[in-house]
């Protein structure tokens, strides 16, 4: 069974930039695609970036292109988030996924079955 936990939360200003960090464990053999989801509160869990473990290729939501890049070192089993020119629509619990299902472009929550605690990231404006 697949771990994951973030970490690289906090809080920063408008402007500021911060990275994410998703370390797995356990069982990842199985994992053909990593994520970045986020949910503010109130709101539905939404779709940031996706990266093929394999590949390294990547898929971002418009809402983020170009601030956001999404990457991941192999052997350290580690995906990040380096998120740059933070907005305050940015807020929101950020969480980490793997997935064992195979799709061109995982972006749904349902495409991954496992889900870190989740770490916040706040933006002030």
């Known amino acids: 069974q697949a771990q994951l936990a973030e970490s690289g939360g906090g809080l920063v200003q408008t402007g500021g930039s911060l990275r994410l960090a998703c370390a797995a464990s356990?069982?990842?053999?199985?994992?053909?695609?990593m994520g970045w989801f986020r949910q503010a509160p109130g709101k539905e869990r939404e779709f940031v970036a996706t990266i093929k473990w394999s590949s390294g290729s990547t898929y971002y939501a418009d809402s983020v292109k170009g601030r956001f890049t999404i990457s991941r070192d192999n052997p350290k089993k580690t995906m990040y988030l380096q998120m740059n020119s933070l907005k305050p629509e940015d807020t929101a619990v950020y969480y980490c996924?793997?997935?064992?299902?195979?799709?061109?472009?995982?972006?749904?929550?349902?495409?991954?079955?496992?889900w870190g605690q989740g770490t916040q990231v706040t933006v002030s404006s």
């Open positions: 996924a793997a997935s064992t299902v195979v799709r061109t472009i995982p972006t749904r929550t349902g495409d991954y079955g496992y």
């Open positions: 356990g069982r990842t053999f199985s994992v053909y695609a």
